[in-house]
């Protein structure tokens, strides 16, 4: 889906596409100079990092293996409960593996602090992170980000995997999602 496509809807486009598949082929070449020779186990986020997984799987130009997780710290609201679900677990076993998370947005960091500690006290080698975004005025814990896209504004943020009611993940950059929308 193009901007065009919904331009009523978005307040201001923050990426283009080009501008994400240039960044995603930057990070693609510093995480094969920093796995050289090792074989990485890629876990995305579900459902939010289904587009930075996949385009990131394919510019990178080693040998990977992918599984996909699912986790939920929201309930049926809109503020984080601070409990951590898992909805759907790894289906690879982690001992012994060198591990990068790819995640879409870092908001407070919270969720995603569990998630590295639950997969490191699984027996993995090492858990990295690769997001391709964050926002830093929104971060509540500090996360180290090994490989990161872009730092965002905290506002509303649609597309590229990102979205609001299950709309706007098959746009194709990011946008700022107009608050009539949502409010």
Same mark, same amino acid.
């Given at each position: 889906?193009?901007?065009?496509?919904?331009?009523?809807?978005?307040?201001?486009?923050?990426?283009?596409?080009?501008?994400?598949?240039?960044?995603?082929?930057?990070?693609?070449?510093?995480?094969?100079?920093?796995?050289?020779?090792?074989?990485? *186990?890629?876990?995305?986020?579900?459902?939010?990092?289904?587009?930075?997984?996949?385009?990131?799987?394919?510019?990178?130009?080693?040998?990977?293996?992918?599984?996909?997780?699912?986790?939920? @710290?929201?309930?049926?609201?809109?503020?984080?409960?601070?409990?951590?679900?898992?909805?759907?677990?790894?289906? @690879?076993? *982690?001992?012994?593996?060198?591990? *990068?998370?790819?995640?879409?947005?870092?908001?407070?960091?919270?969720?995603? @602090?569990?998630?590295?500690?639950?997969?490191?006290?699984?027996?993995?080698?090492?858990?990295?992170?690769?997001?391709? *975004?964050?926002?830093?005025?929104?971060?509540?814990?500090?996360?180290?980000?090994?490989?990161?896209?872009?730092?965002?504004?905290?506002?509303?943020?649609?597309?590229?995997?990102?979205?609001?009611?299950?709309?706007?993940?098959?746009?194709?950059?990011?946008?700022?999602?107009?608050?009539?929308?949502?409010?």
């Amino acid at each position: 889906m193009e901007f065009s496509d919904v331009e009523g809807d978005l307040n201001e486009i923050l990426l283009t596409q080009e501008q994400i598949h240039d960044k995603i082929d930057e990070l693609a070449r510093e995480i094969e100079r920093d796995y050289a020779g090792e074989r990485i *186990l890629l876990v995305g986020v579900l459902r939010g990092a289904v587009m930075v997984m996949a385009d990131l799987a394919r510019a990178l130009k080693v040998d990977i293996e992918m599984d996909w997780m699912a986790v939920s @710290s929201y309930g049926t609201g809109t503020q984080s409960s601070g409990v951590v679900r898992i909805l759907k677990d790894l289906d @690879s076993d *982690l001992t012994g593996r060198r591990v *990068l998370i790819v995640e879409d947005i870092i908001d407070s960091g919270l969720t995603l @602090s569990w998630l590295r500690g639950n997969l490191a006290s699984r027996g993995a080698a090492s858990v990295d992170i690769c997001a391709l *975004l964050r926002k830093p005025e929104a971060v509540k814990v500090d996360v180290e980000v090994k490989y990161l896209g872009f730092d965002i504004p905290n506002k509303f943020v649609v597309g590229y995997g990102l979205d609001y009611a299950e709309r706007y993940r098959n746009l194709r950059g990011v946008a700022v999602l107009a608050p009539h929308v949502y409010e």
